[in-house]
């Protein structure tokens, strides 16, 4: 009982954080920063804020498919008795995870080292496809939360 608990409580915090996080970012700080800031200033203050923000969404991205494995062997006894929206949060999840790799490993790496060489058009292009992933990421994350809370009153 303990750990389904303590499994289920840091698969929901991860979430809120996450996607929570990835909200904001999108919807609220996103469009102030576009609309206030020059681009050498705005590319910096990104950078400060993924710096923040990463290292949060690395724990998640190891925390959701740990714990969410760990209650499929607990609860159903292994992927074939699950129920089908745990099957759906499991493909969503998993191509959420990986676009934040490829976010990650890719364009984050280029916009960093755009900035440190003061080569704003090279990080513009790099931010503008972050934005676009990170945007894909927080509806699918919206859409998996929604699955996940709301799938067992189907299935
Ligand atoms: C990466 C693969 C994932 C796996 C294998 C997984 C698996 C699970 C399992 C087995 C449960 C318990 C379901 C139950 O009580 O019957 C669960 C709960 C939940 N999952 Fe996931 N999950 C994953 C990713 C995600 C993601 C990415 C989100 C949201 C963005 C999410 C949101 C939730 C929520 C909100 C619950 C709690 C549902 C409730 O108790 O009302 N999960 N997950």
């Known amino acids: 009982m303990t750990i389904n608990v303590l499994t289920l409580v840091l698969h929901v915090l991860s979430v809120v954080i996450w996607v929570g996080g990835m909200f904001f970012a999108y919807m609220c700080l996103r469009p102030i920063a576009a609309s206030q800031l020059e681009p ?3 590319l910096q203050l990104w950078v400060g804020v993924f710096g923040k923000f990463f290292p949060f969404v690395w724990i998640a991205v190891i925390l959701l498919p740990l714990t969410g494995y760990m209650m499929i062997s607990n ?3 292994g992927m074939g008795n699950a129920p089908l929206y745990v099957h759906l949060m499991n493909g969503t999840g998993s191509l959420m995870i990986f676009i934040y790799l490829h976010v990650f490993f890719a364009p984050y790496q280029r916009l ?6 003061q080569d ?13 992933l990170v945007g894909v990421n927080t509806a699918l994350g919206l859409l998996t939360a929604l699955i996940a809370s709301g799938g067992r009153f189907f299935s």
């Open 120 to 132: 704003w058009p090279t990080g513009g292009k790099a931010l503008a496809q972050i934005r676009v």
């Open 40 to 42: 050498p200033v705005r």
């Open 75 to 77: 609860l159903y006894g």
């Open 112 to 117: 960093k080292r755009a900035v440190v060489a």
